[in-house]
């Protein structure tokens, strides 16, 4: 094969081989990138979703009450070709919303449905659907506050991009082979006149040497190796010529030239060849940055014009708008060109001076969100949200701005207040308005001293006008007779209707009494005129009846101050109506419902309508049952099972309150017999009244009891005294619960801690058990005060050597938490709601199988350390929170810089007490955390006082304080591991 054909097939193939590479890169370049930009814009259209959510539920709607969301979301689906379906799942992972109505309430448990709801960030996945495509998901967490209330998705084909694909595959195979025929010809060109001729020459050249002939010429004209080898070749000629006898004569020194000047001539071959090395690899780098510009240049030109959001480039020197994609020019109505003639001035309603002030904050990054409104080429201003930042355009730093109207949002929003705060029909404030104009009110009269009459408006007679000319007259009277109380009233005072024929008036900046009088005189006068009412072929009247109270005569909140008003006009009714009546206070606590309840108690002890229920009582440490409590019922006829909280108020300082006692504790005794029977053998406790125990004859009739029970042991019963502060003679109940204990029966103070005489009569009277109001216990494990009292409690009764037991035990947590304090004994909810008796077999059976609680002592010291990171994250929050609100010139809500209400304190001083408060370290931790709550109020401080430089420069030493601080609950962690679970259930125990 002759050497100009090698030359070019080697050169062929390592072109083609060269070209194939790059070919596999791009298209695998491409279809990354192409991937990437479908993601990031679904990204995009997700979180504009999420956006027009948050605005909708920072209105106080419930996400499943957003009508229209499934339109919105099809909107989406049809305005981006590539998206295939948009949906909304709530945390159970069911479609609230979707692009597709037939989904709305199908539910997605599969795994990428599962990673969705799991996931606190937004997130991508392949996904293979139902209908057995597969298509990329994008997922955005939905939060209302902190609570997560759902998730939104979005999700396109995979086939849109291998179309994609396949499209820049022929086309890229057409440049590319149009691309190698070209270089292919150019470099056969090349080669053949740079480096194939020459060498032909040479060749013929030395054949002609070899023939002997001497004194040809070579026609070489270059300056090149290949010229500067062809003089050599023209000067060896010569000089063969000349001494070719001498040669002869001389072999073997001509030899050694012959080798030196080969040697030069593989040198020169050695020194071309590197050089066309070097020239190839610059020409290849020129080429791959040349393409990589290229491709650049063309995916941000694609996602700008083809983007289906209205997108800008302004340069921020002037204000001139100088870019604009195909979305803009649709939207604003202008063409291209006259886009592109524009400053922002023309089109933004602010004044220049706010536009530069807002392109500075921007170009700055100090803000990136904008509201702002544009004037269309149709001379309509509509509302716009805007997304802005900094951008590098053709070598200038520029700003891109991302425009969404939200012109119909802001109306809704609008329609949405009006909607919440007025009544439909007759245009008047309705009871979410009326309450807020009332407690306004109210303020200003406590700051001028004037006083506020709230006045209850109900029609007298309008019913019979209802049922005789229809609800359409009667509407229309309904809005004739809020247009005269609007007139009656004076410009300052609010008129409200707040459902039916019912008004409320609200008359502000009353001298007195008179002033008032003189007013709803006028409204009496214009309610009562004749209304014509069928085109004035009828007249009909009507009157009302107003009740009133005046604040701060009156002095309660705006509920009360309503319901007194509402009060006053029943009885301005029951006068004769047509009149009004002022609310007496004084009259109001003469309540006629408590004798009203009374009654219908009396009758509930002679109509046995009373019922008792048990619930049981157990040592949370080794799981025993102790007894049982028998709280009393109300069988109520007509509104059901009632609880004492209902209706033993009733009762107390009464004989009624003596019968009912002696009836619960004679019913107690029988059902603890019945019960037995059944295999129940426990001891039973009843509650009685301080009043009922200081009653004269209590002792007997107990021992008239006992008597009729000889089978009761002692101990099996209890009594658990209420209402110690009610108790007059210390030494007669003394004496009583001496006389009883005689009798074998044991004594329990009931509700510890609630009364401010509980601790005399703990140390007085002979009581056998400490019993903890549940009113602490409940809220133990949020309120570190109530933490502290049952801590104190538990230590009070363990220094006097007196069992306690602890009512409102709510969860498990609730009793590990006492357990660790010491407490043993509990009951509440989290172990059994009170049952009949006939129920409490069962649930003794159920108890021994409850593994929850039968394991729950040797699970008290595990140690994982998860309540602790989550210590520390949240205290990085809380510091991150501070410094941002501080940056952003945002308030801070006081609460937040209290060190016992933040979320780390509540922590702290509730269970993160509970579990570590022994330890050394933890006082540590008490102090730097009061440190750095010190510090923010004193930040805080200077930020209110407009001192913000100087506020802000503290923040340093708030993140050395904050580093510190961490260091030290890492430290309590290793502690805690150090130390084992062993060691920390003794040191626990001993606590």
Known sequence: MRLNRKILLFTIGILAALLLVSSMVSVLNFRTNYTDALITGTFGIGHSIESLLNELLMLGLPLESLSGMDKKLAEVVDMNEHIAYATVIDPNGKVVFHSQPDLV????????????????????????????????????????????????????????????????????????????????????????????????????????????????????????????????????????????????????????????????????????????????????????????????????????????????????????????????????????????????????????????????????????????????????????????????????????????????????????????????????????????????????????????????????????????????????????????????????????????????????????????????????????????????????????????????????????????????????????KNRYHLFDPVEDRQVKAHREIVQLLEQAVANNQFILHYQPKVNMSTCEVMGMEALIRWNHPEKGLLYPNDFLQYLINTDLEVEVGNWVIESALKQQMLMREMGVDLSVSVNIGAYHLQKPGFVKHIQELMASHPEIKPGDIEFEILETASIDDVNQIYHTLVSCRELGIRFALDDFGTGYSSLAYFHRLPVDLLKIDQTFVRDMLEDPQDLTIVDSVVRLAGAFDQPVIAEGVESLEHGAALLRLGCHLGQGYGIARPMPAEQMPDWLEGWKENVEWQGLKSRLYDIDGADIHAAITSHRDWVGNLIEALQLDCSIPPAQLDSKHCAFGRWFHGVGYVQYGHLTVYNEIRKIHEEIHALGHEMVGLFSQGHRDLALSRVPELELMRDRFVGKLETLYNTLELMGQSDVRAVGESH
């Open 105 to 576: 309430g199908r539910l997605f448990t599969d795994e990428v449905s599962h990673n969705s709801l799991k996931s606190d960030g937004p997130i991508w996945q392949p996904y293979d659907r139902f209908d057995g495509k597969h298509y990329f998901d994008v997922a955005i967490p939905l939060f209302d506050g902190s609570q997560r209330i759902g998730v939104v998705r979005l999700g396109f084909p995979s086939s849109v991009i291998e179309d994609k694909v396949m499209e820049a595959v022929r086309q890229l195979l057409v440049n590319k082979l149009l691309t190698f025929i070209f270089i292919a010809v150019v470099l056969n060109l090349l080669l053949r006149r740079e480096i194939i001729e020459p060498i032909k020459k040479l060749s013929n050249y030395a054949e002609s040497i070899a023939d002997g002939e001497y004194g040809r010429k070579i026609e070489l004209d270059r300056k090149d190796e290949i010229g500067r080898l062809s003089e050599s070749i023209e000067r060896m000629s010569e000089r063969l010529e000349e001494q070719i006898e001498a040669l002869k004569r001389s072999g073997f020194e001509l030899e050694e030239k012959v080798d030196e000047r080969t040697q030069q001539l593989a040198q020169t071959n050695q020194t071309l060849l590197d050089s066309n090395e070097n020239l190839k690899q610059t020409l290849d780098r020129e080429r791959d940055l040349t393409v990589a510009l290229s491709k650049s240049e063309e995916r941000f030109r694609m996602l700008f014009e083809h983007n289906k959001a209205v997108m800008l480039v302004i340069d921020p020197k002037d204000g001139s708008i100088i870019g604009a994609n195909k979305a803009a020019e649709n939207y604003y109505g202008f063409a291209r060109e006259d886009m592109l003639q524009k400053n922002i001035g023309d089109v933004n309603t602010l004044s220049k001076e706010e536009i530069e002030h807002e392109m500075d904050m921007a170009r700055e990054e100090k803000r990136s969100h904008f509201y702002f409104q544009h004037t269309l080429a149709s001379g309509e201003v509509r509302d716009m949200e805007v997304h802005s930042g900094p951008i590098d355009w053709n070598g200038r730093q520029v700003l891109y701005s991302i425009i969404h109207d939200v012109t119909d949002r802001k109306k809704a929003e609008a329609e949405l207040d009006r909607i919440a705060h007025y009544d439909a029909l007759t245009g008047l404030p309705n009871r979410l308005l009326k309450t807020d104009r009332l407690r306004q009110a109210m303020v200003r009269s406590r700051r001028t001293g004037f006083s506020v009459a709230v006045c209850y408006l109900d029609l007298d007679g309008f019913k019979p006008i209802n049922d005789t000319y229809g609800h359409d007259v009667g509407d229309l009277i309904l809005v004739e007779i809020a247009r005269r109380l609007q007139l009656t009233v004076r410009e300052g005072d609010t008129v409200s209707r707040i459902g039916g024929d019912e008004f409320i008036l609200i008359l502000s900046e009353l001298s007195g009494i008179e002033q008032c009088k003189q007013i709803l005189d006028r409204v009496l006068c214009k309610v009562s005129a004749p209304i014509s009412i069928q085109g004035g072929e009828a007249e009909v009247e009507v009157f009302a009846s107003i009740g009133l109270t005046l604040f701060p005569e009156d002095d309660a909140d705006a509920d009360i101050l309503m319901r007194h008003a509402d009060q006053a006009m029943y009885i301005a009714k029951e006068l004769g």
